[in-house]
Protein backbone atom coordinates (compact mmCIF):
# COMPACT_ATOMS: atom_id res chain seq x y z
CA UNK A 1 0.00 0.00 0.00
CA UNK A 2 1.27 3.25 -1.19
CA UNK A 3 1.91 5.95 1.82
CA UNK A 4 2.45 9.84 1.70
CA UNK A 5 3.83 11.88 4.18
CA UNK A 6 4.10 15.59 3.94
CA UNK A 7 6.54 18.29 5.51
CA UNK A 8 7.23 21.63 4.62
CA UNK A 9 4.38 23.24 6.32
CA UNK A 10 5.08 26.17 8.90
CA UNK A 11 4.60 29.96 9.99
CA UNK A 12 4.52 32.25 6.98
CA UNK A 13 3.58 36.17 6.56
CA UNK A 14 1.69 36.95 4.31
CA UNK A 15 3.51 37.35 0.86
CA UNK A 16 5.81 34.67 1.90
CA UNK A 17 7.12 31.39 0.43
CA UNK A 18 6.97 27.86 1.34
CA UNK A 19 7.47 24.23 0.05
CA UNK A 20 5.41 21.21 0.75
CA UNK A 21 7.03 18.15 -0.03
CA UNK A 22 5.83 14.69 -0.24
CA UNK A 23 7.20 11.26 -0.03
CA UNK A 24 5.37 8.28 -1.26
CA UNK A 25 6.88 4.62 -0.44
CA UNK A 26 5.22 0.97 -0.60
CA UNK A 27 4.27 1.61 -3.99
CA UNK A 28 5.30 2.57 -7.47
CA UNK A 29 4.74 6.34 -7.32
CA UNK A 30 5.07 7.08 -11.13
CA UNK A 31 2.04 5.62 -12.03
CA UNK A 32 0.16 8.25 -10.04
CA UNK A 33 -0.81 11.71 -10.88
CA UNK A 34 0.08 13.43 -7.55
CA UNK A 35 -1.69 16.49 -5.97
CA UNK A 36 -2.56 18.62 -3.07
CA UNK A 37 -5.77 19.67 -1.48
CA UNK A 38 -6.31 21.63 1.54
CA UNK A 39 -8.73 21.97 4.49
CA UNK A 40 -9.59 25.08 6.79
CA UNK A 41 -11.80 23.48 10.08
CA UNK A 42 -15.46 23.38 9.40
CA UNK A 43 -15.10 24.10 5.40
CA UNK A 44 -14.97 21.05 2.86
CA UNK A 45 -11.26 19.53 1.56
CA UNK A 46 -10.74 22.14 -1.57
CA UNK A 47 -8.08 21.46 -4.41
CA UNK A 48 -5.39 23.24 -4.55
CA UNK A 49 -3.50 21.19 -8.07
CA UNK A 50 -2.43 18.48 -9.59
CA UNK A 51 0.21 17.13 -11.77
CA UNK A 52 0.18 13.91 -14.29
CA UNK A 53 2.21 11.33 -14.09
CA UNK A 54 4.63 12.49 -17.29
CA UNK A 55 4.91 15.52 -15.23
CA UNK A 56 3.63 17.06 -18.91
CA UNK A 57 0.64 18.23 -17.32
CA UNK A 58 -0.47 20.55 -14.17
CA UNK A 59 -3.88 21.31 -13.45
CA UNK A 60 -4.49 25.09 -10.54
CA UNK A 61 -7.50 25.79 -8.59
CA UNK A 62 -8.30 29.61 -10.12
CA UNK A 63 -7.67 30.61 -7.09
CA UNK A 64 -3.74 29.64 -7.19
CA UNK A 65 -2.79 29.84 -10.71
CA UNK A 66 0.17 32.16 -11.15
CA UNK A 67 1.31 31.59 -7.60
CA UNK A 68 1.81 28.12 -6.53
CA UNK A 69 3.96 25.53 -8.79
CA UNK A 70 3.20 21.66 -8.42
CA UNK A 71 6.45 19.04 -9.58
CA UNK A 72 7.06 15.84 -8.88
CA UNK A 73 10.38 13.94 -8.97
CA UNK A 74 10.25 10.19 -10.09
CA UNK A 75 13.80 9.23 -8.60
CA UNK A 76 13.16 10.94 -5.26
CA UNK A 77 9.19 9.79 -5.18
CA UNK A 78 8.24 13.37 -4.03
CA UNK A 79 6.18 15.73 -5.68
CA UNK A 80 6.33 19.10 -4.28
CA UNK A 81 4.15 22.49 -3.88
CA UNK A 82 5.81 25.64 -3.88
CA UNK A 83 3.88 28.65 -2.75
CA UNK A 84 4.45 32.33 -3.41
CA UNK A 85 2.79 35.31 -2.48
CA UNK A 86 0.74 33.53 0.32
CA UNK A 87 -2.44 34.92 1.97
CA UNK A 88 -3.65 34.78 5.24
CA UNK A 89 -7.10 32.94 3.94
CA UNK A 90 -5.04 30.35 2.59
CA UNK A 91 -4.23 29.11 5.97
CA UNK A 92 -5.39 25.32 6.00
CA UNK A 93 -4.13 22.00 6.10
CA UNK A 94 -2.31 21.27 3.12
CA UNK A 95 -3.12 17.26 2.09
CA UNK A 96 -1.09 15.41 -0.40
CA UNK A 97 -2.81 12.42 -2.82
CA UNK A 98 -2.78 10.43 -5.60
CA UNK A 99 -4.97 8.88 -7.85
CA UNK A 100 -5.47 7.62 -11.25
CA UNK A 101 -5.86 10.41 -13.33
CA UNK A 102 -5.14 14.10 -12.98
CA UNK A 103 -7.12 17.06 -14.21
CA UNK A 104 -10.79 16.78 -13.77
CA UNK A 105 -11.29 13.72 -12.07
CA UNK A 106 -8.47 14.51 -9.47
CA UNK A 107 -10.27 17.84 -8.55
CA UNK A 108 -13.41 15.81 -7.90
CA UNK A 109 -12.32 13.23 -5.44
CA UNK A 110 -10.58 10.60 -8.11
CA UNK A 111 -8.14 10.45 -5.24
CA UNK A 112 -7.29 6.65 -3.81
CA UNK A 113 -4.10 7.27 -0.94
CA UNK A 114 -3.97 10.71 1.17
CA UNK A 115 -0.94 12.05 3.35
CA UNK A 116 -1.78 12.73 6.94
CA UNK A 117 -1.56 16.54 6.44
CA UNK A 118 0.60 19.29 7.08
CA UNK A 119 -0.12 22.80 8.89
CA UNK A 120 0.16 25.71 6.85
CA UNK A 121 -0.71 29.19 9.15
CA UNK A 122 -0.20 32.32 7.16
CA UNK A 123 -0.43 35.40 9.34
CA UNK A 124 -1.76 38.61 8.80
Known amino acids: QLQLVESGGGLVQTGGSLRLSCTAS????????MGWFRQVPGKEREFVGC????????FYADSVKGRFTISRTDAKNTVYLQMNSLKPEETAVYYC?????????????????WGQGTQVTVSS
Open 97 to 113: ATGPLAGDSFEKGGVNY
Open 26 to 33: GHTFSAYA
Open 51 to 58: INWSRTST
